[in-house]
């Protein structure tokens, strides 16, 4: 038994008046998990969702590798038979819907559960049963996605779907109902977490942090969080919409009875490409962290780049018709989304001079995870550049439905987004594991995904001008392919060992890396002051924040405020603009309701996409639940 | 790192209303999700009803009475809705009580006559995407009203127990925040669905 446990527990101890020793050991016990399995389950630490949302996002990246591995390996040689033309389609849309909702928003995402509330200086995030349910449903999301694809009933429709092909009258069996399903599944994770992330920004701040001196990490998460709330919304409209006219006979999207095809697109769309931004806005946050750390000085602009990334969110929902040029709508309003589409080059551009400023005014200090955005530039500015040509409509009809925009989706997703998050592993795997990750193989690791991605991608430029469309599963001898894909497939093959290094150097540095200790960079921002790992409580103290990179600012003593309850999970909310304490709010005790609730909404999910009474029920099975979640257990809950 | 105390909390209090509580800017955050829907689900109506030639497709717009009557009731309610409210934030239990069991009445009462409206609906989901899409729309926000009903019940029978006091009374003032956004987003689909065919 922990010695905490055995200590007398008086319900209002505050954290006046114990030593250092005893304030951490019950902070710790009041905070830690409770043993067993069942306290694995019930765990409601941001910390520990986040880290399991990390590793389970990771699984499905290298699954979605593998559908990818072998896609490549189809395409290497005309007329191969790796694989057939119906497993081929489940495979490109498997590894799309995979790549977009099981890992690139779920991963960005696990790192805001993560690091947020260690970044804005509280004890957890807001919500954490919901986190903790946004989990589980990311999880059965996941695994129904994947246990239908090994069943042979994977999705097989493309990742965005369209209507007719996913309609009742193209769309056979239960396939497109698992996408349109598995989107709900992920949404509703998305959006739960989005909601905590806001209020954990907007209400949970240590006291003293403007919203204008927050890491610009935290204002990263916060547009994210936004565009998730205002455009996730549309995708479930659109599936809800799509199983609706499969199951039960509404013709949305039939031309026939008054429906419309282009509504599905427009639905979709609207979500879709902020989708884009929902997944690079967080990258940019990581590449403002790691160069502010490795350039050794705030990052240039700190105001500029808030209005960019604010900026960046919202022209961001006025981009989505340019995935449509080619469905032949009238040209003027087609016309204006050119604007908006070239327009969003300006806040993306300001941001990557303001980090280039920042680079050659500080002092560099060249390790992995600066490699990463130094990759990072070179790969997203070359996809920012085809972004700006295929926004103009006479090139995007060129090259519609081809490699070429394939290759420009890559380098925009992998380069801006997957670049910056390896490298963020790597700056924060000291946080979360306590231990380094091996700068040798680190180095080997950025060489092979940069080589190898340019290889692989690169050629699909030319493909793509060459004619070669997207979604078909082999070509002809005579077309004049051969080898560029090839050589694309090469190169896929060198990323691949990227990424099986890197997993490699993860799995080794858990075990064998150096100690970190809390701040082995030497970085300016909060989650450097608590120990690598956290501890439960994440800090002994709440620190009280005078600058945008407190530890710099405060390196001889740290001011912080007392009278914070000890015995009972307390958290310091303070007011929206200049995070002065309002109130010490209760945090949520771990609870089993949150994983009980997400099987409740499995079922429900999973057997609505064969009945719709299951909607009726199923309802009624997750009321159930959710009252079992809210209904005080003790009466001190109701006086917190 | 050294560290010193620049302030001291314990005399802050432990919950609060409005917009000092975090359950409050998460009712908002999931108001604002749903108010999402609710926009493009209207977007949806408008996007059919311009894009074709004739609007309704082939039947009568539906009678407006049932729907007249909910929006009477909604409005009214929400006399009751700022009196829970304000009995909440003085923590006056008796009042709040039956406060939210008049609320909760009234939330049954707007059910039934949803479901009168379903029931008299001429156009069935399947008929075309007229009847498709209006089915949506009442669909959509029948289920923000049972889902407020059902957490009117539940926070009633809580009121009812030993746990009706101090915090509870902020999840009170909630539930009467989101009852607003649930009057709200019925009034513009009230006008879509009975009133927009036939102006």
Redesign the interface.
């Known amino acids: 038994m922990p010695r905490a446990a055995a200590m007398p527990r008086p319900a209002n101890q ?1 954290d ?1 008046g114990l030593d250092d020793a005893e304030l951490r050991e019950r902070l710790a016990y009041t905070w830690g998990r409770r043993p067993g399995i069942v306290g694995w389950l019930s765990t409601v630490d941001h910390k520990e969702i986040g880290r399991r949302y990390i590793a389970t996002a990771f699984v499905f990246l290298a699954l979605g590798g593998l559908l990818a591995a072998s896609i490549r390996l189809q395409l290497a040689r005309p007329e191969a038979h790796v694989v057939g033309p119906d497993l081929y389609n489940q495979i490109f849309t498997t590894h799309g819907s995979n790549m977009m909702f099981l890992f690139a928003v779920p991963v960005m995402q696990a790192f805001s559960l993560y690091l947020v509330p260690l970044m804005v200086g509280n004890r957890n995030i ?2 954490g049963r ?1 986190g903790a349910y946004s989990y589980w449903m990311f999880l059965a999301g996941g695994i129904f996605l994947w246990v239908s694809f090994l069943l042979d009933i994977g999705p097989d429709v493309g990742w965005f779907a369209y209507v007719p092909l996913s309609g009742p009258q193209y769309g056979i069996g239960k396939r497109p109902d698992v996408w349109a399903q598995m989107i709900t599944f992920t949404e509703v994770a998305s ?1 739960a977490a ?2 905590q992330t ?2 954990t920004v ?3 701040r240590a ?1 003293g942090m403007k919203l204008t001196e927050m890491p610009l990490f935290v204002w990263a998460m916060l547009v994210t969080a936004f565009m998730i ?2 455009a ?3 995708v ?2 659109a599936s809800t ?1 799509l199983i ?1 006219d499969r199951l ?5 999207f ?1 031309p026939s ?4 095809a282009l ?1 599905f697109q ?2 979709f769309w ?1 979500f879709g490409h902020p989708e884009v931004y929902i997944i690079f806005i967080p990258g940019t946050g990581m590449v403002s962290a790691i160069v502010e750390t490795f350039a050794r000085r705030p990052v240039f602009g700190h105001i500029a780049m808030i209005i960019s990334l604010v900026a960046t969110g919202m022209l961001a929902f006025g981009l989505w018709v340019h995935h449509m040029f080619a469905t032949g709508l009238p040209e003027l309003g087609a016309s204006f989304f050119t604007i908006m589409s070239m327009t969003i080059a300006i806040p993306s551009g300001l941001q990557i001079f303001c980090w280039l400023t920042t680079l050659f005014t500080g002092t560099p200090v060249i390790r992995t995870p600066l490699l990463f955005i130094f990759g990072f530039f070179f790969i997203f500015v070359l996809g920012g550049m085809t972004g700006v040509m295929v926004a103009s409509i006479p090139i995007d009809l060129q090259v519609h439905d081809t490699f070429f925009v394939v290759a420009h989706f890559h380098y925009v997703l992998i380069g801006g987004a997957v670049f910056p998050l390896i490298g963020a592993t790597y700056y924060w795997f000291p946080k979360i594991t306590g231990r380094m990750m091996s700068e040798r193989l680190g180095t080997w690791n950025f060489w092979l995904a940069f080589i190898g991605f340019n290889v692989a991608f690169f050629p699909m430029h030319i493909l793509g001008m060459l004619g070669m469309p997207r979604r078909v599963y082999t070509y002809q001898h005579d077309v004049g392919w051969e080898g560029l894909n090839l050589t694309s497939s090469i190169g896929a093959l060198i990323l691949a060992a990227s990424f099986a290094l890197f997993f490699f150097n993860m799995w080794r540095s858990a075990r064998t890396g150096a100690l970190a200790g809390p701040n082995p960079w030497g970085a300016g921002t909060l989650e450097w ?1 608590a120990e690598s790992p956290p501890l439960p409580h994440n800090f002994d ?1 709440i620190p ?1 924040v005078t600058h945008a990179t407190p530890l710099w600012a405060e390196r ?9 309850s000890v015995n009972k999970r ?1 958290i ?2 303070t ?2 603009t200049d995070a002065r ?6 945090s949520p005790d771990s609870s089993i309701w949150p994983l009980i609730a997400a099987i409740a909404t499995t079922v429900a999910f999973i057997a609505s996409i064969f009945s719709p009474w299951a909607v009726v029920w199923g ?1 009624a099975l997750v ?1 159930v639940t959710l ?1 079992g979640w ?3 257990k003790t ?1 001190q ?4 | ?16 209303f409005g ?4 359950t409050w ?2 009712t908002l ?2 108001c ?3 108010g ?2 609710f926009v ?2 209207i977007g ?1 109506y408008l ?2 009803a311009f ?2 030639p004739h609007w309704p ?1 082939g039947f009568a717009p539906p009678m407006h009475w049932p729907g007249t009557a909910l929006t009477v009731l909604l409005l009214a309610s929400l006399i009751p809705n700022v009196m829970v409210d304000r009995a909440a934030h003085q923590e006056n239990l008796p009042r709040v009580r039956w406060l939210l069991v008049l609320m909760t009445a009234i939330g049954f009462v707007a059910i039934a006559i949803r479901f009168v409206e379903f029931y008299m609906l001429i156009p069935r ?9 209006i ?2 729309l009442l669909g959509l926000h029948a289920t923000h009203l ?1 889902t407020d009903v ?1 957490d009117s019940v ?1 926070l009633t029978a ?1 009121m009812f127990t ?2 009706g ?4 009374f902020a999840d009170v003032s909630d539930n009467a925040f989101y009852w607003y956004f649930v009057v709200g987003a019925w009034l513009p689909i009230y006008y879509l669905v009975y009133w927009f065919p036939i102006l």
Do not use: C
């Not at chain 2, 790192?1 to 609060?16: E, F, H």
């Open positions: 505050r006046t807001a919500f919901l959006m989005a909601v806001i209020v907007f209400k949970h006291p709330i205002f996730m919304p549309a479930m409209i919409s609706l039960v006979g509404t013709h949305f039939n009875e008054g429906g419309s509504l427009h639905l609207f002051l103290q009280v001889e003593s740290l001011p912080i405020v007392s009278g914070i307390e310091l909310v007011s929206l304490p309002e109130i010490r709010e209760a309802g009321g009252i809210f209904w005080p009466i809950e109701d006086l917190e | 790192m050294k560290t010193r105390v620049v302030a001291n909390v314990s005399s802050l209090p432990t919950y609060g917009t000092s509580a975090s800017w998460g955050g999931f604002a999700i749903e999402t829907g493009l689900a949806m996007f059919l894009n074709n497709l989901w399947d008929s075309n995407a007229y009847g498709s899409i089915w949506l049972i059902g539940v809580l030993k746990h006091r101090a915090k509870r």
